[in-house]
C-alpha cells in the first residue's frame, strides 16, 4: 500500500514539484519592502527571503542585526520621489525586474480630532498614502514592461471601521484601500495585479501600548472570533499566497488577517 509521503516523494522526483508546490514559490520573485526595516515589514522581508525572493527592504534607518542577513537593505525617505527614482533604477539594474512590491510602511500619530495638528496629518498622510502611491508608480514602469506583476497594499481592520482618536491614520488606511482597487482597475489590463492585506491587531512595537493597557488588550482579544491578538506570523501566508503564482486570478481583493474581527462588525477603544 503506497502512503501520502511516498506519493509526494514520487511527485517530487519525477515531475519536478517541491514540497511546498511551485504555485506558491515565491524563488527568484524580486521583492521590494517598504518599511523593511522593523515590526510587520521585516517579519515579511525575513520569510520571503528565506523561500528563495530576493527582497529589497526600503527604510529611512536600519538597525544592526545578525538576523537581517540576505536581505537587501536600501535606506530611502519614501516621501521623497528623487530617491524613490534612484532606489527603483539600482534594482532595475540588477535585476531587470520587480515582481513584487509590497506598501508596508506606515506611521501613526494618535490624538484627539479636535486639537489634531496639521503637521501630524501631513506627515501620516506623505508616509501612509502618498508614499506608497510615489512608489508604486515608479514600480509600475518595469510592471508593464514585463507584462507582470503583484502589488500588496498593506492596509489594516482600520480601513474598515471610524476608530477613535486617530484621524489620519484612519484616513490614510481607508484611502490606501481605495487607491489598491482603483489601481487594480486601471493595470489589470497589463497583467498586474494589485491587492490589499489589512492586519487586525498584531502585537508589534506600533501597537505595544495598547497590547500593554489591559483594558485594550481584553477588548481588542474579546472582539476576535479566535481570541487573541494577532501575531507578525499570521501574516506571512497570506503575503506568500499574494506574491505568488497561486493568487494569478486575484486582483482588486481585500484580505483581512484580523482573527475574524471585521465578520464581527464590532469595534473596541
Not at 106 to 129: C, H, Q
Not at 210 to 223: F, G, L, Q, T, V
Amino acid at each position: 500500500m503506497i502512503n501520502l509521503l511516498q506519493v509526494l516523494l514520487y511527485l517530487n522526483i519525477n515531475c519536478g514539484l517541491t514540497m511546498d508546490g511551485d504555485l506558491f514559490s515565491v524563488k527568484g520573485k524580486v521583492v521590494i519592502i517598504t518599511g523593511g526595516g522593523q515590526g510587520i515589514g521585516e517579519f515579511l522581508a525575513l520569510g520571503l527571503s528565506k523561500r528563495g525572493a530576493i527582497v529589497y527592504c526600503i527604510d529611512k534607518k536600519f538597525k544592526k542585526s545578525k538576523n537581517r542577513d540576505g536581505l537587501h537593505d536600501m535606506p530611502c525617505d519614501i516621501t521623497k520621489m528623487d530617491k524613490i527614482k534612484r532606489v527603483c533604477l539600482e534594482i532595475i539594474r540588477s535585476n531587470k525586474k520587480i515582481d513584487v512590491l509590497i506598501n508596508n510602511a506606515g506611521i501613526t500619530m494618535p490624538n484627539n480630532s479636535d486639537s489634531y495638528s496639521l503637521e501630524s496629518w501631513s506627515k501620516t498622510l506623505d508616509i501612509n498614502l502618498t508614499g506608497a502611491f510615489s512608489f508604486t508608480q515608479q514600480v509600475l514602469k518595469q510592471m508593464k514592461k514585463n507584462r507582470s506583476g503583484s502589488i500588496i497594499n498593506i492596509t489594516s481592520l482600520n480601513a474598515e471601521f471610524g476608530f477613535p482618536n486617530n484621524p489620519a491614520y484612519i484616513a490614510s488606511k481607508g484611502g490606501l484601500k481605495m487607491l489598491g482597487k482603483s489601481l487594480a482597475r486601471d493595470w489589470g489590463k497589463y497583467g498586474i495585479r494589485v491587492n490589499n492585506l489589512g492586519p487586525g491587531y498584531i502585537l508589534t512595537k506600533m501597537t505595544e501600548k495598547s497590547y500593554r493597557n489591559k483594558k485594550k488588550y481584553a477588548a481588542r482579544k474579546a472582539n476576535t472570533m479566535l481570541g487573541r491578538w494577532g501575531e507578525t506570523s499570521d501574516l506571512l501566508g497570506p503575503c506568500i499566497f499574494l506574491a505568488s503564482d497561486a493568487s494569478s486570478y486575484v486582483t482588486g481583493q481585500d484580505i483581512y488577517v484580523d482573527g475574524g474581527w471585521s465578520a464581527n462588525g464590532l469595534q473596541a477603544e
